[in-house]
């Protein structure tokens, strides 16, 4: 059994920075490529940044380029998402993706999706 646990959402002001992470644990055999998805209110979920196994980072749009940075220690197997100059049109719920292979009990590789964590950006 695998599992992605996220931690860091709250509540900030505008200008503000939160850090966000996500944690597998269970039964790895290996990580690939790791991103985080948010969903605003009434809107889709949409890919935010993602990142190899080899650090290679990807951010769908280049306006957050400058604001969040995506990175991850895999030691720990655990991404990161540092947002700073948070705006308001960032609130919305964070999930973390993971392409994740185990081998138990037989090689199996597949997309695993943390719970969800809450940010909420005030004007």
């Known amino acids: 059994q695998v599992q992605l646990v996220e931690s860091g959402g709250g509540l900030v002001q505008a200008g503000g920075s939160l850090r966000l992470s996500c944690a597998a644990s269970?039964?790895?055999?290996?990580?690939?490529?790791m991103g985080w998805y948010r969903q605003g209110p009434g809107k889709e979920r949409e890919l935010v940044a993602s990142?190899?196994?080899?650090?290679?980072?990807?951010y769908v749009d280049s306006s957050l380029t400058g604001r969040f940075t995506i990175s991850r220690d895999n030691a720990k197997n655990t991404v990161y998402l540092q947002m700073n100059s948070l705006k308001p049109e960032d609130t919305a719920v964070y999930y973390c993706?993971?392409?994740?292979?185990?081998?138990?009990?037989?090689?199996?590789?597949?997309?695993?999706w943390g719970q969800g964590t809450q940010v909420t950006v005030s004007s």
């Open positions: 993706n993971a392409d994740i292979s185990t081998l138990y009990p037989t090689y199996y590789r597949t997309d695993y």
């Open positions: 990142i190899t196994s080899g650090g290679s980072t990807n």
């Open positions: 269970g039964r790895i055999l290996s990580i690939n490529t």
